[in-house]
Each structure stands twice: as structure tokens, then as C-alpha cells.
């Protein structure tokens, strides 16, 4: 089973950004973190981090053919992108949302999200655990399918 993972604008940034809401973490770290979780699960992970929303959504679109599901943390764009809503929509493929923070306990832009309601599920608020939880749910859905 292969698995794409998606990190949106600024996650580049973990470890140095906000490392009160977002902790201390590099992006490096947790991709290396969610390598072992996937050798544990069986499945391979493949990574994609990008700040443009055009790169996001083709790199969406060219994941039909190539992965069984996504894990996404669309990051800002969560709040702003029907593109990305969209380019889901028409790939067809299982998508968990996760972000490290509570989105629902922050600011009142944060409370809209245009990917919720054509993911799979959503994960919020547990930190970096947030992938961890994504990729294993993601998993068990594919596995059950
Ligand atoms: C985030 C939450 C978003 O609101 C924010 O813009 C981010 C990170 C999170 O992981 O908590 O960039 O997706």
C-alpha cells in the first residue's frame, strides 16, 4: 500500500515556527518519525511539501494513478483553498485531513475548513501525533476496504 504525504505552506518552517502552538519538532523529524510508523503498519510513505497552493493541486492530481490514499495537512490553505477541496473531489482517493493544533480552538478563521468535508476524516489537535493517528486510520480503512 503505498501512502502520499501531504505538508502544506510554513510546515517547512516546524521546529523554528510558533513552537508554542506547534512545538519543537522539525518537519525532517517527523517525516523520519512517519517512516517507522509506516514500516510498522507495512505500508511505504512517500513526502511532499510545498507553499503554492497550484503545486499542491497537481501533485493531488498526479496522485490518482500513483498512491492508494493521502494524508494532508493543508495548512493555511485548509481555510482558503477550493482548489485543493476540489482536486480531492475528482481524485477519488481516501484523504485524511490532520493538523498539529486544535483548529477549533483558535481563531474564528481557523473554524472553516474547505477539505473536512471531502476527507476521510479529520484529526486535530494532538500535536505531531496528528500524522501518526492520520496514517494509521488511513490504513486500517484501506485494509478494511
Ligand atoms: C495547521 C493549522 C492551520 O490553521 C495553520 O494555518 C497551519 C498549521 C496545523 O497543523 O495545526 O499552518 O494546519
Known amino acids: 500500500m503505498k501512502i502520499l504525504i501531504i505538508h502544506g505552506p510554513n510546515l517547512n518552517m516546524l521546529g523554528k515556527r510558533e513552537p508554542e502552538i506547534y512545538g519543537s519538532t522539525t518537519l525532517e523529524e517527523i517525516d523520519s518519525a512517519l517512516v517507522t510508523k509506516?514500516?510498522?503498519?507495512g505500508v511505504e510513505v512517500t513526502f511532499f511539501q510545498s507553499n503554492s497552493e497550484g503545486e499542491i493541486v497537481s501533485t493531488?492530481?498526479?496522485?490518482?494513478?500513483k498512491f492508494d490514499g493521502v494524508v494532508?495537512?493543508?495548512?493555511?490553505?485548509t481555510h482558503t483553498s477550493v482548489a485543493i477541496r476540489?482536486?480531492?473531489?475528482?481524485s477519488g482517493l481516501a484523504?485524511?485531513?490532520?493538523?498539529?493544533?486544535?483548529v477549533y480552538k483558535r481563531?474564528?478563521?481557523?473554524?472553516?475548513?474547505?477539505?473536512?468535508?471531502?476527507?476521510?476524516g479529520v484529526i486535530s489537535g494532538f500535536g505531531i501525533n496528528s500524522y501518526f493517528l492520520g496514517l494509521s486510520g488511513l490504513v486500517e480503512h484501506l485494509s478494511n476496504q
Open 38 to 41: 509506516a514500516k510498522e503498519l
Open 95 to 102: 484523504v485524511v485531513e490532520v493538523h498539529i493544533s486544535n
Open 72 to 77: 494532508i495537512n493543508p495548512g493555511a490553505y
Open 86 to 90: 476540489d482536486a480531492i473531489l475528482s
Open 107 to 120: 481563531e474564528d478563521f481557523r473554524q472553516k475548513s474547505f477539505v473536512s468535508g471531502v476527507a476521510l
Open 60 to 65: 493531488i492530481q498526479d496522485a490518482m494513478s
